[in-house]
T-cell receptor, first 113, second 113 residues
Framework: KQEVTQIPAALSVPEGENLVLNCSFT??????LQWFRQDPGKGLTSLLL?????REQTSGRLNASLDKSSGRSTLYIAASQPGDSATYLC????????????FGTGTRLKVLA | NAGVTQTPKFQVLKTGQSMTLQCAQD?????MYWYRQDPGMGLRLIYY???????DKGEVPNGYNVSRLNKREFSLRLESAAPSQTSVYFC????????????FGSGTRLTVV
């Protein structure tokens, strides 16, 4: 059964730092991996979608990489800002079973001004 | 704004009461999903509809029913609410049930007392 793990569960960094959030998954048979942002009391906003054939995707200060064979993805945030404070979730879409996204429990990020 | 709309945003129910959570998308997506989010457990799939006219159980379907009313709307019904169903419920949609990412609604926070 596919499992998705995000470590650490929480992270505090000073403003301006570059940081990396980690996501690992147990089964490499996936269609894609998606990173989301969730603000307190809000829904999920899609940040980046990486297909299984891709190695990385970039959007502004965000860069997500995928190493399917090792079951890992990282979300790199450059020059962090207080507005980046949120919970970041990764989800993988398996190629077998119900084919639906399986989510990690997230990393709660706080960027200190 | 185009997207996924959920109603209501907040609801308090007494044990045994019933209610229906509504979800509508205006992106002409074929697939729709209901998840619940609980602290420390991430998002878990309740039911999904790969296309209009079809519905299937997800990971935690007990105590729930769904209706795919048309291509736009996918409702979730609690027939006899229990305190264990206190959660935040999210609806999501996707162009198709395969390699595409999800778009989420803003959620319904449900408390069962």
């Amino acid at each position: 059964k596919q499992e998705v793990t995000q470590i650490p569960a929480a992270l505090s960094v000073p403003e301006g730092e570059n940081l990396v959030l980690n996501c690992s998954f147990t089964d490499s048979a996936i269609y894609n991996l998606q990173w989301f942002r969730q603000d307190p009391g809000k829904g999920l906003t899609s940040l980046l979608l990486i297909q299984s054939s891709q190695r990385e995707q970039t959007s502004g200060r965000l860069n997500a990489s995928l190493d399917k064979s090792s079951g890992r993805s990282t979300l790199y945030i450059a020059a962090s800002q207080p507005g980046d404070s949120a919970t970041y979730l990764c989800a993988v879409r398996p190629t077998s079973g119900t084919y639906k996204y399986i989510f990690g429990t997230g990393t709660r990020l706080k960027v200190l001004a | 704004n185009a997207g996924v709309t959920q109603t209501p945003k907040f609801q308090v129910l007494k044990t045994g009461q019933s209610m229906t959570l509504q979800c509508a998308q205006d992106m002409n997506h074929n697939s729709m999903y209901w998840y619940r989010q609980d602290p420390g457990m991430g998002l878990r799939l309740i039911y999904y509809s790969a296309s209009e006219g079809t519905t299937d159980k997800g990971e935690v379907p007990n105590g729930y029913n769904v209706s795919r009313l048309n291509k736009r709307e996918f409702s979730l019904r609690l027939e006899s609410a229990a305190p264990s169903q206190t959660s935040v419920y999210f609806c999501a949609s996707s162009p198709a049930d395969s390699v595409y990412g999800y778009t989420f609604g803003s959620g319904t926070r449900l408390t069962v007392v």
